[in-house]
């Protein structure tokens, strides 16, 4: 680690910290040359390896642009994708690898979009499993009543307008 006011490279590590959410480590260093302090922060790197094989670093607001198309026209608001997201990469990174496949994280997004809202998770599911079929979609229709599970929130009810 190179000091960021002499370019010295030795520091010694003062302090750490891990961050809230335990996704990096602050640490505030002392430069061994001209014994001024700085802050550095570590993160482990997560990659996300698509089907044609190249590797990119994992971006949330991939995972929340993804999910957003599935959740148009729902009571789904941006906190909610956020929440969504974090979820998404902390079970992403809960399984210790550096590299996953993009199969991976759509399979992650699945769980909690289906409690988050139930036809957004319809709508994902639908492309992401490739549905070619009403039985494709009459099974997943089958397995949210099996499962019992209902959205967190209600939907919106709809507003009969009257003159």
Same mark, same amino acid.
């Given at each position: 680690?190179?000091?960021?006011?002499?370019?010295?490279?030795?520091?010694?590590?003062?302090?750490? $910290?891990?961050?809230? =959410?335990?996704? *990096?480590?602050?640490? $505030?260093? /002392?430069? /061994?040359?001209?014994?001024? #302090?700085?802050?550095?922060?570590?993160?482990?790197?997560?990659?996300?390896?698509? #089907?044609?094989?190249?590797?990119?670093?994992?971006?949330?607001?991939?995972?929340?642009?993804?999910? $957003?198309?599935?959740? /148009?026209?729902?009571?789904?608001?941006? =906190?909610?994708?956020?929440?969504?997201?974090? %979820?998404?990469? %902390?079970?992403? &990174?809960?399984?210790?690898?550096?590299?996953?496949?993009?199969?991976?994280?759509?399979?992650?997004?699945?769980?909690?979009?289906?409690?988050? =809202?139930?036809?957004?998770?319809?709508?994902?599911?639908?492309?992401?499993?490739?549905? %070619?079929?009403? /039985?494709?979609?009459? *099974?997943?229709?089958?397995?949210?009543? %099996?499962?019992?599970?209902?959205?967190? &929130?209600?939907?919106?009810?709809?507003?009969?307008?009257?003159?």
């Amino acid at each position: 680690m190179h000091c960021p006011y002499c370019r010295h490279e030795d520091s010694r590590v003062v302090d750490s $910290r891990s961050l809230e =959410d335990g996704s *990096a480590i602050r640490r $505030r260093r /002392q430069c /061994q040359s001209c014994h001024k #302090r700085f802050t550095t922060m570590e993160t482990t790197a997560l990659t996300v390896v698509k #089907r044609s094989g190249v590797a990119e670093p994992f971006d949330r607001s991939k995972v929340i642009n993804g999910v $957003r198309k599935a959740c /148009q026209g729902r009571p789904v608001t941006s =906190d909610d994708l956020a929440m969504l997201a974090q %979820e998404v990469e %902390e079970a992403i &990174r809960a399984t210790g690898h550096a590299e996953v496949d993009a199969h991976d994280v759509g399979l992650a997004i699945l769980e909690p979009l289906r409690r988050l =809202d139930q036809v957004a998770y319809l709508r994902f599911a639908s492309v992401y499993r490739g549905f %070619e079929s009403l /039985q494709d979609f009459q *099974a997943a229709l089958d397995d949210l009543r %099996e499962t019992g599970e209902t959205p967190r &929130r209600p939907a919106l009810q709809p507003r009969l307008f009257t003159r």
